[in-house]
């Protein structure tokens, strides 16, 4: 499939009480001199309203300084300030049509400030907490802002968090989430101000800031061994009143596809609208930041009984299948009708992200943080593949809150103590559109190219999306802030504790699923397994996490920074699973173990800064084109450390419900002879009737055994040691940044079934001498499926799977990265153009039972990560004229993650489905019907299909021994120039997202 290609018309609506912006640009300068008419070197900020956006400039030798926004809005307060010298401010004013401001200034000696500067290098300093991306990064980290040109992500989904990630190139986009070093989305972390956030995207209006960090080696950040996405939301502001609106539309009529894009509903049609304001509710008392998003899109994806032709040759199957395959279904009561299934795949969504900070007493942060979120999701499940009553609907709703007291203690108020608090819930619940077993018919089918493809149907009822879940957080944090000898000295504490709870109720695959091998097969009613759930009791758990940090910020001069400290962490389970033990003396294994850990995590990081130039520093520059954030130049920064994850309630939610006790999970599997009858009109009817044994006298064919989860008294959470390393710098008008990223983890998840007998009964020497752990009659003649019962170490057992973290895995990235410095070029028009490119590479160790098993599954192997994409690129651009309007372009491209090539069933009978698949070499495969198909494959499939068959051709395939094509994406915005007199209060702009399908 390729990817989809539409235009979405994006109208943007901004209001000011104080004030709106012109699409002209205007400047702002002077000069500065002491009341003897001599230059001064001087510091001036100007700062725009209404909206505060804020640049510097530093006095030339002759006393001038030039500012220019691209973006003039005639209403501007410049500050100046000089060693020795009053400071100064002035409010400049537009008064007709100029667009050029004139503001000069005098400063008076201050004789008693120069005494005061003096001997307050002695004297302690107020501590601050200021986290922004205009504040000097941490020493050492490996972390950015989002900035960059307009435009970057479509507007249907502007604001998801992992969208904005994926706008970095150390970032890898996988299917779950945002990867670093080849980690799983699971070990990332969201966060809102500091603290968990349950949401994965947040309104677009909200005037926030959003930094994804790598590696932070200051001790007081930490529960995450993957990427952290930190969301800052701050207090509106004290002096002016913004408003600021988005509404886009999205029609179908202006989309462009393929047809197997438009089969699987790629091309949704809809609207969304999001509005945000802040200022002061009560004067000089209470202030707001609140943003309101509401989504809506629908699409018409087809379903095995509304594609066509074309749609369904390309997702593999023949439509005369399908047709005798409806043909079939009825009569068997599979139900294919469309009665009380939606039409359409609809999506309704609606955010709310809010603050209000009480400002009486300037010395104290009183602040209210909440975050409402409800999601819909309907026809899940929907494609060419699936018939309709085999989808269902999905629901989420999201709360969350965060308190914030903070306040200055101390001798003169100096140190700055900080409480935050924080709890959320999260409520999925998923409803299958027909209670009715499942099934699953493999299909082979010719295709145009004279080749044939299996292809797998689903028909049946939905139970497998059963799922009713609720996950609550609750947070707690205490730091404190001082420093010392000035400056020189700053110190950190913190105290941090967290407790996290899951509930899941409703049963997966309740009523089972049949499946058959042929079209053959289904018609003479001649299953070939059945799986089923038969219990599962609720799955319930709640762990905690705790931590306190200390970090030490030393500045012995200020181009040199250290940063070190510590945290000790600590993690357990608030309960514990129950013992079994008739398990205990059957397998001699450990049960009812909850295992808790304490563990030290140092760190240290450094950044020196070699340019001593008086311009350098931090700041902002927003034009037309986007808004770019420039840090301190020539600067090496490196550091390295240990990062440790959150330990997940779902670990102990496992292990509870599934104990292999009397009411604890238990699974029925059946192959072959063994198989029950299906019939889907009685089990429908009745759903009492559905099977709960295997036929009688089955033997090796069946098993119905209690299935078991147990933790490993060893087990820890995924932690992590990273060090990275930096350097940027200025050539001539141009930023360049080379960076290293380097991880060698630890305690890597994994299961080990304590069951498995690991006997070796067969031998398929056609496949590599693919061992088999059972013997031949546990295999059925007909079906090929295999039974596991024969591997089992005890038959009273079905899998026993064990949560071990014995796993290991390493990875780096390098990163090098050219933008110009907004602050030093300055053409004519407004004109920008960045490009960033990341080469990296990860590995970990696996074991068969994680899937993708061949030979022993116990034994491990290495193998590059499931997230390991070797290159990402991403370019940026834009320019603005008066007559052409704004122009911005962003353009991503990822190479192919790796996967493994598999089988549906279980060929060695250790239990797990999805070994490895055998590739025949046509040239020596002795079958000449299976040779035509490979040869067929390996010249007229896809790329990636050819490639992976060629690589492994004659052999077992290697663990993610093929990888997948690339991805890319351009998205172009255009802003068209608009009359003055519209006062920049209605901004039109046409977007064209995913250029490249």
Same mark, same amino acid.
């Given at each position: 499939?390729?990817? &989809?290609?539409?235009?979405?018309?994006?109208?943007?609506?901004?209001?000011?009480?104080?004030?709106?912006?012109?699409?002209?640009?205007?400047?702002?300068?002077?000069? @500065? &001199?002491?009341?003897?008419?001599?230059?001064?070197?001087?510091? %001036?900020?100007?700062?725009?309203?209404?909206?505060?956006?804020?640049?510097?400039?530093?006095?030339?030798?002759?006393?001038?300084?030039?500012?220019?926004?691209?973006?003039?809005?005639?209403?501007?307060?410049?500050?100046? &300030?000089?060693?020795?010298?009053?400071?100064?401010?002035?409010?400049?004013?537009?008064?007709?049509?100029?667009?050029?401001?004139?503001?000069?200034?005098?400063?008076?000696?201050?004789? /008693?400030?120069?005494?005061?500067?003096?001997?307050?290098?002695?004297?302690?300093?107020?501590?601050?907490?200021?986290?922004?991306?205009?504040?000097?990064?941490?020493?050492?980290?490996?972390?950015?802002?989002?900035?960059?040109?307009?435009?970057?992500?479509?507007?249907?989904?502007?604001?998801?968090?992992?969208?904005?990630?994926?706008?970095?190139?150390?970032?890898?986009?996988?299917?779950?989430?945002?990867?670093?070093?080849?980690?799983?989305?699971?070990?990332?972390?969201?966060?809102?101000?500091?603290?968990?956030?349950?949401?994965?995207?947040?309104?677009?209006?909200?005037?926030?800031?959003?930094?994804?960090?790598?590696?932070?080696?200051?001790?007081?950040?930490?529960?995450?061994?993957?990427?952290?996405?930190?969301?800052?939301?701050?207090?509106?502001?004290?002096?002016?009143?913004?408003?600021?609106?988005?509404?886009?539309?999205?029609?179908?009529?202006?989309?462009?596809?393929?047809?197997?894009?438009?089969?699987?509903?790629?091309?949704?049609?809809?609207?969304?609208?999001?509005?945000?304001?802040?200022?002061?509710?009560?004067?000089?008392?209470?202030?707001?930041?609140?943003?309101?998003? *509401?989504?809506?899109?629908?699409?018409?994806?087809?379903?095995?009984?509304?594609?066509?032709?074309?749609?369904?040759?390309?997702?593999? *199957?023949?439509?005369?299948?399908?047709?005798?395959?409806?043909?079939?279904?009825?009569?068997?009561?599979?139900?294919?009708?469309?009665?009380?299934?939606?039409?359409?795949?609809?999506?309704?969504?609606?955010?709310?992200?809010?603050?209000?900070?009480?400002?009486?007493?300037?010395?104290?942060?009183?602040?209210?943080?909440?975050?409402?979120?409800?999601?819909?999701?309907?026809?899940?499940?929907?494609?060419?593949?699936?018939?309709?009553?085999?989808?269902?609907?999905?629901?989420?709703?999201?709360?969350?809150?965060?308190?914030?007291?903070?306040?200055?203690?101390?001798?003169?108020?100096?140190?700055?103590?900080?409480?935050?608090?924080?709890?959320?819930?999260?409520?999925?619940?998923?409803?299958?559109?027909?209670?009715?077993?499942?099934?699953?018919?493999?299909?082979?089918?010719?295709?145009?190219?004279?080749?044939?493809?299996?292809?797998?149907?689903?028909?049946?009822?939905?139970?497998?999306?059963?799922?009713?879940?609720?996950?609550?957080?609750?947070?707690?944090?205490?730091?404190?802030?001082?420093?010392?000898?000035?400056?020189?000295?700053?110190?950190?504490?913190?105290?941090?504790?967290?407790?996290?709870?899951?509930?899941?109720?409703? @049963?997966?695959?309740?009523?089972?699923?049949?499946?058959?091998?042929?079209?053959?097969?289904?018609?003479?009613?001649?299953?070939?397994?059945?799986?089923?759930?038969?219990?599962?009791?609720?799955?319930?758990?709640?762990?905690?996490?705790?931590?306190?940090?200390?970090?030490?910020?030393?500045?012995?001069?200020?181009?040199?920074? @250290?940063?070190?400290?510590?945290?000790?962490?600590?993690?357990?389970?608030?309960?514990?699973?129950?013992?079994?033990?008739?398990?205990?003396?059957?397998?001699?294994?450990?049960?009812?173990?909850?295992?808790?850990?304490?563990?030290?995590?140092?760190? /240290?990081?450094?950044?020196?800064?070699?340019?001593?130039?008086?311009?350098?520093?931090?700041?902002?520059?927003?034009?037309? %084109?986007?808004?770019?954030?420039?840090?301190?130049?020539?600067?090496?920064?490196?550091?390295?450390?240990?990062?440790?994850?959150?330990?997940?309630?779902?670990?102990?939610?496992?292990?509870?419900?599934?104990?292999?006790?009397?009411?604890?999970?238990?699974?029925?599997?059946?192959?072959?002879?063994?198989?029950?009858?299906?019939?889907?009109?009685?089990?429908?009817?009745?759903?009492?009737?559905?099977?709960?044994?295997?036929?009688?006298?089955?033997?090796?064919?069946?098993?119905?055994?209690?299935? %078991?989860?147990?933790?490993?008294?060893?087990?820890?959470?995924?932690?992590?040691?990273?060090?990275?390393?930096?350097?940027?710098?200025?050539?001539?008008?141009?930023?360049?940044?080379?960076?290293?990223?380097?991880?060698?983890?630890?305690?890597?998840?994994?299961? *080990?079934?304590?069951?498995?007998?690991?006997?070796?009964?067969?031998?398929?020497?056609?496949?590599?001498?693919?061992?088999?752990?059972?013997?031949?009659?546990?295999?059925?003649?007909?079906?090929?499926?295999?039974?596991?019962?024969?591997?089992?170490?005890?038959?009273?057992?079905?899998?026993?799977?064990?949560?071990?973290?014995?796993?290991?895995?390493?990875?780096?990235?390098?990163?090098?990265?050219?933008?110009?410095?907004?602050?030093?070029?300055?053409?004519?028009?407004?004109?920008?153009?960045?490009?960033?490119?990341?080469?990296?590479?990860?590995?970990?160790?696996?074991?068969?039972?994680?899937?993708?098993?061949?030979?022993?599954?116990?034994?491990?192997?290495?193998?590059?990560?499931?997230?390991?994409?070797?290159?990402?690129?991403?370019?940026?651009?834009?320019?603005?004229?008066?007559?052409?309007?704004?122009?911005?372009?962003?353009?991503?491209?990822?190479?192919?993650?790796?996967?493994?090539?598999?089988?549906?069933?279980?060929?060695?009978?250790?239990?797990?489905?999805?070994?490895?698949?055998?590739?025949?070499?046509?040239?020596?495969?002795?079958?000449?019907?299976?040779?035509?198909?490979?040869?067929?494959?390996?010249?007229?499939?896809?790329?990636?299909?050819?490639?992976?068959?060629?690589?492994?051709?004659?052999?077992?395939?290697?663990?993610?021994?093929?990888?997948?094509?690339?991805?890319?994406?351009?998205?172009?915005?255009?802003?068209?120039?608009?009359?003055?007199?519209?006062?920049?209060?209605?901004?039109?702009?046409?977007?064209?997202?995913?250029?490249?399908?």
């Amino acid at each position: 499939m390729t990817s &989809t290609r539409f235009l979405v018309l994006l109208c943007v609506l901004s209001a000011g009480h104080l004030g709106a912006q012109q699409p002209t640009a205007e400047t702002i300068r002077g000069r @500065i &001199t002491d009341d003897s008419s001599r230059a001064l070197v001087a510091t %001036v900020t100007v700062t725009r309203g209404p909206d505060r956006l804020t640049q510097s400039d530093t006095t030339d030798t002759t006393g001038n300084y030039r500012v220019r926004f691209e973006q003039g809005t005639g209403d501007y307060l410049v500050y100046v &300030t000089a060693p020795g010298f009053r400071s100064a401010r002035r409010r400049v004013q537009r008064e007709g049509t100029e667009t050029e401001f004139v503001a000069n200034f005098s400063l008076a000696s201050d004789v /008693a400030q120069l005494e005061a500067v003096r001997v307050s290098a002695r004297r302690p300093v107020r501590a601050t907490n200021g986290i922004g991306p205009t504040q000097q990064l941490e020493p050492g980290s490996s972390e950015r802002w989002s900035d960059g040109v307009g435009g970057q992500l479509p507007p249907t989904v502007a604001g998801d968090l992992s969208a904005i990630a994926g706008t970095m190139s150390n970032v890898t986009l996988a299917p779950g989430g945002p990867s670093i070093l080849g980690s799983g989305p699971e070990s990332s972390l969201n966060t809102l101000n500091g603290m968990g956030l349950a949401a994965g995207a947040i309104p677009r209006a909200a005037r926030t800031e959003t930094r994804v960090t790598g590696a932070t080696f200051d001790p007081t950040r930490g529960g995450f061994a993957g990427a952290n996405v930190d969301v800052r939301l701050g207090p509106g502001s004290r002096n002016f009143q913004r408003r600021n609106g988005f509404m886009t539309l999205d029609p179908q009529a202006l989309q462009f596809s393929d047809p197997l894009s438009r089969s699987v509903g790629a091309t949704p049609a809809g609207f969304r609208a999001s509005f945000g304001a802040d200022g002061e509710l009560i004067r000089r008392a209470l202030t707001y930041n609140v943003a309101l998003d *509401v989504a809506r899109n629908s699409s018409d994806p087809a379903t095995l009984l509304s594609a066509g032709a074309d749609e369904l040759l390309l997702a593999g *199957v023949s439509p005369d299948s399908v047709a005798r395959l409806i043909a079939i279904s009825n009569p068997l009561g599979l139900g294919l009708s469309n009665v009380g299934i939606p039409g359409e795949r609809q999506h309704q969504a609606i955010t709310w992200l809010g603050r209000l900070d009480d400002t009486r007493d300037t010395l104290q942060t009183r602040a209210f943080t909440s975050y409402v979120g409800f999601t819909r999701d309907g026809a899940l499940g929907f494609g060419p593949l699936v018939a309709p009553s085999s989808a269902g609907e999905r629901r989420e709703r999201t709360l969350g809150t965060q308190l914030t007291l903070g306040r200055y203690l101390g001798a003169a108020r100096r140190v700055l103590n900080e409480t935050r608090i924080a709890a959320s819930q999260v409520h999925t619940d998923v409803d299958p559109y027909r209670a009715q077993p499942g099934a699953s018919v493999l299909i082979r089918s010719a295709t145009p190219d004279a080749g044939s493809d299996i292809t797998s149907l689903t028909l049946g009822g939905g139970s497998s999306l059963a799922a009713d879940d609720a996950r609550w957080t609750a947070e707690g944090a205490n730091e404190t802030i001082w420093n010392a000898h000035g400056r020189r000295h700053r110190f950190k504490g913190l105290v941090w504790a967290r407790a996290d709870g899951l509930r899941q109720e409703g @049963i997966t695959n309740e009523l089972g699923l049949f499946r058959f091998n042929s079209l053959e097969d289904l018609a003479a009613r001649r299953p070939a397994s059945f799986s089923r759930t038969l219990s599962q009791p609720i799955r319930s758990g709640s762990v905690w996490n705790a931590a306190a940090a200390f970090a030490h910020q030393y500045a012995p001069t200020g181009f040199l920074n @250290i940063l070190y400290g510590a945290r000790v962490e600590a993690d357990g389970f608030m309960d514990s699973p129950a013992s079994n033990p008739a398990l205990e003396r059957a397998l001699g294994v450990r049960t009812g173990a909850a295992p808790g850990r304490i563990h030290i995590s140092p760190r /240290a990081g450094f950044s020196y800064t070699y340019n001593r130039d008086r311009d350098n520093g931090n700041g902002t520059n927003q034009s037309n %084109v986007g808004r770019f954030y420039r840090t301190t130049t020539g600067v090496i920064r490196g550091g390295i450390g240990e990062f440790r994850d959150l330990l997940r309630p779902g670990i102990l939610a496992d292990a509870s419900a599934a104990t292999g006790l009397p009411g604890a999970t238990s699974y029925l599997s059946c192959v072959g002879a063994a198989v029950p009858a299906a019939d889907f009109s009685l089990f429908e009817n009745d759903p009492t009737r559905i099977p709960t044994q295997c036929l009688d006298g089955s033997g090796v064919l069946s098993e119905r055994a209690p299935a %078991v989860t147990l933790i490993d008294p060893s087990y820890d959470v995924p932690r992590s040691w990273r060090a990275s390393l930096d350097w940027n710098t200025n050539v001539r008008k141009w930023l360049v940044r080379f960076s290293g990223l380097g991880s060698y983890d630890l305690s890597q998840p994994g299961i *080990v079934d304590a069951n498995f007998a690991g006997v070796q009964r067969l031998t398929l020497p056609g496949e590599s001498a693919r061992p088999v752990f059972v013997s031949a009659s546990a295999i059925d003649p007909l079906s090929g499926s295999v039974s596991a019962a024969e591997s089992r170490r005890s038959s009273d057992f079905g899998r026993v799977s064990t949560r071990v973290s014995d796993l290991r895995g390493y990875g780096g990235q390098m990163t090098f990265a050219i933008s110009p410095d907004v602050f030093k070029a300055r053409p004519r028009f407004s004109m920008y153009g960045s490009a960033a490119y990341t080469l990296q590479w990860s590995h970990r160790q696996f074991r068969g039972f994680d899937g993708g098993g061949f030979g022993d599954p116990r034994e491990r192997e290495w193998a590059p990560s499931a997230n390991d994409a070797r290159n990402v690129i991403v370019l940026s651009g834009g320019f603005s004229t008066p007559k052409t309007g704004t122009i911005t372009m962003f353009a991503r491209g990822q190479s192919g993650l790796p996967f493994t090539p598999t089988v549906q069933g279980d060929i060695n009978g250790d239990g797990r489905i999805g070994d490895r698949a055998y590739v025949p070499n046509p040239a020596t495969e002795g079958d000449p019907s299976l040779a035509a198909q490979i040869k067929s494959l390996m010249d007229t499939g896809t790329p990636v299909a050819r490639e992976c068959l060629l690589a492994n051709a004659g052999r077992v395939a290697g663990r993610n021994g093929c990888r997948g094509s690339w991805t890319q994406s351009l998205n172009i915005q255009w802003r068209p120039p608009m009359p003055q007199r519209w006062n920049g209060r209605l901004v039109p702009n046409v977007y064209l997202q995913n250029v490249l399908a």
